[in-house]
């Protein structure tokens, strides 16, 4: 099938690995002390929702997913949808790994479920020592992190997003085509 693929010109999305979300978790340690980043407590996943009763059933079983680890993680929840249409599951927790667990927990509920093409994004919020939001972002399309630091009016910190990606580059798997690099205007954290 590779062969007419290529002759077709048609390209094979890199398989996600959604377990590169307990990535970030081992990599707070050097997001801190290299960085000098820290967690928000704050985190986001996003999807594209489908209209069917299927699919309705699968996001009550990702509510029900949540109550069941609101009480041992402290999680809470929202959900918002944005102007294009993507869902957002919008989780504070007290620390990173129940937020990656928790992220981790319903993207592969998705997946489990026949709807991982559906994933876009799963975002997680840090400051700098300027209290300044960088965003680090899960591409489920192309399965691969990426740094985003948003510096106001639609404009990005491109340096400070290559030195972090330069620095995590080790331990976590990093987008090597910045083209890819997608900014998230108005992530609802």
Partial sequence: MKLFDSLFGRTRLVQSNVDQLFGLSAAAISLQAQLNLTSTGAAALSFRPVSSGDF?????????????????????WRTFTDPYGYQWILLKAPDLENLAANVYT??????????????LAAVFQFRDEHNAN??????????????????????????????LSAVMKPEMKIETDMTRWFPLWGIPL
Avoid: C, H
Wanted: glycine residues 8%.
């Fill in 56 to 76: 309705k059933q699968i996001e009550s079983d990702m509510e029900g997913l949540l109550n069941v680890s609101k009480d041992d993680t402290q999680i809470t």
């Fill in 106 to 119: 319903l993207s592969r509920e998705l997946e489990d479920s026949g709807y991982g093409e559906q994933l």
């Fill in 134 to 163: 960088v965003y680090w972002i899960y591409n489920f399309k192309r399965g691969t992190w990426y740094p985003f630091v948003p510096a106001g009016n639609k404009q990005r910190d491109n340096a400070l997003e290559l030195r």
